[in-house]
């Protein structure tokens, strides 16, 4: 009853979270992903969803995105957008698109995000608008030439765009696999 109740609460959101994924799946080249060089990485992450708020806690799942062949180095470093999605057990819903920062230091994987995004707070935590931006930082461990084991940490916040702004800090487990 109460899933039934977020698809329909939040039939807009889930549909543009299907044609996001339906894009990107279907955009897919057929060639040999080569590490660091080109093709496609998801990462899979679940965790806990504010964490630091005893009352409004969650667990959270959520995908991301991210295609090696728009990558750009810069002056700051491997630079590339990302997109994504995250669901909370209250049945929030966070969709996003952004940069992130790439820091390859031989086994370990540094990559700092920022990413705007659509928040819809379901039966969870209000976040005082519905426009929130996300700063993350993951670290990943090389666990073979396409698959990283990681661990995030988040916040999510409005910038006071809205009448208040509790914000949600968040951390995740991740499993990151290129194609």
Do not use: W
């Not at 339906?22 to 992903?33: K, Q």
């Amino acid at each position: 009853m109460k899933l039934q109740k977020f698809f329909k609460n939040n039939l807009f959101l889930i549909s543009l979270l299907l044609l996001c994924g339906f894009t990107i799946f279907a955009n897919a080249d057929n060639h040999e992903a080569k590490y660091d060089e080109s093709g496609m990485e998801l990462n899979f992450y679940t965790g806990m969803f504010d964490f630091s708020d005893d009352g409004k806690r969650s667990n959270l799942f959520g995908i991301e995105h991210k295609d090696d062949d728009l990558f750009r180095n810069s002056f700051l470093g491997k630079i590339s957008p990302v997109t994504g999605g995250l669901i909370t057990g209250d049945n929030s819903l966070y969709l996003y698109t952004g940069v992130q920062a790439e820091y390859d230091m031989g086994l370990i994987k540094i990559v700092p995000s920022f990413t705007p995004g659509i928040y819809s707070e379901g039966d969870g935590k209000d976040l005082g608008n519905i426009i929130e931006f996300k700063s993350e930082v993951q670290f990943s461990l090389n666990l073979s030439e396409n698959s990283f084991l990681g661990m995030s940490y988040n916040h999510i916040s409005n910038a006071s765009l809205g009448d208040k702004n509790p914000g949600a800090n968040s951390y995740m487990f991740n499993f990151l696999q290129k194609f």
